[in-house]
């Protein structure tokens, strides 16, 4: 039966990998793309020529007045039926500053907007949407162990505090430096661990979620706000790391991604799949306490101005 996968952050890097496979793995389903600019447009638009209809709807995931905009015309169309039903979600989507000091235009530090709070209001206004069985998968980051077996010392570690502080700029010791922007960046991922786990406790029945991390994936554009330097070793420098066990390439990612969310890697809701198998993630990531208190701050913060 013809459904709805919606994705962000399939435009670029290995979520447009993703897409094609996708597209080729399950033959039923009606894509929508997120995504800023012209770049969703242009990508609908070249799928759909292949006689299987792509949508796509402008978001800014920055704004949550526009993520708010881009849910309600979703349930618009799931309602009327000029959508299928809604059986997946991928969160691809995510930004790497390189300062903790850009806010989004609702006020909020970037990084924590894009990686976490976007999502949530997505989620969160869609979950009644879904048909089960679904799957929601978020792509996650090994960053969030902090430790130099899963990045070898190339990302900062997660530094949890209250999650209203972390909400906002200047979270972080010398907030306009690289360090500062690569802890918001560790940290926004733990909290998207935190939400998963929380996810998976209220989710209608049949709506599992899982967290995908991809490994080290150079070249992505994660880093696209970055300054020119850094954004040089970004596409110059590091993709030469996908020769070693520790990255992966673009085309890998974006495989394992598409079969993730397909449903062809088996785990339960709540899991943390690292590229191919489930697995635990970090033992910081199992707390119920901030998991909690990060749910009740998130409702707090983005709902009331996503409506």
Not at 87 to 99: I, K, Q
Not at 147 to 164: K, L, T
Not at 227 to 234: I, K, L, M, N, Y
Request: charged residues 20%; glycine residues 8%.
């Amino acid at each position: 039966m013809t459904h709805t996968i919606v994705m962000t952050g399939a435009t670029r890097g290995f979520g447009r990998v993703a897409v094609e496979r996708i597209r080729e793995g399950d033959p039923e389903a009606h894509l929508v793309l997120l995504a800023r600019g012209a770049a969703g447009t242009e990508l609908a638009a070249h799928l759909s020529q292949s006689g299987r209809p792509v949508t796509s709807i402008p978001t800014d995931l920055l704004s949550l007045g526009s993520v708010r905009a881009a849910a309600d015309e979703l349930i618009q169309r799931l309602d009327t039926g000029d959508l299928p039903p809604l059986r997946g979600f991928v969160g691809n989507a995510g930004l790497l500053y390189t300062n903790n000091v850009t806010e989004s235009p609702d006020g909020f530090e970037a990084t924590f907007a894009v990686n976490v709070l976007a999502n949530h209001v997505l989620i969160r206004l869609l979950q009644d949407r879904f048909k089960a069985p679904s799957r929601i998968v978020l792509t996650v980051s090994d960053a969030h162990f902090g430790d130099f077996r899963h990045n070898a010392g190339m990302m900062p570690a997660p530094s949890w505090q209250d999650p209203a502080s972390l909400a906002r700029i200047r979270a972080f010791p010398k907030p306009n430096t690289v360090t500062a922007g690569g802890t918001a960046y560790s940290t926004s991922k733990l909290a998207a661990i935190y939400l998963i786990h929380e996810y998976a406790r209220r989710l209608p029945q049949g709506v599992d979620i899982v967290a995908y991390n991809p490994g080290f994936v150079p070249g992505t554009g994660l880093s696209r706000e970055a300054g020119a330097a850094v954004r040089f070793v970004g596409r110059r420098i590091m993709p030469l790391m996908t020769l070693t066990p520790m990255a992966s390439s673009q085309k890998n990612a974006g495989q394992h991604l598409a079969d993730v969310a397909l449903g062809r890697i088996p785990a339960p809701s709540g899991s943390y799949i690292d590229r191919t198998r489930e697995v635990s993630s970090s033992k910081e990531s199992y707390d119920l306490d901030r998991e909690r208190q990060l749910w009740e701050t998130v409702e707090d913060l983005c709902l009331p101005i996503a409506s």
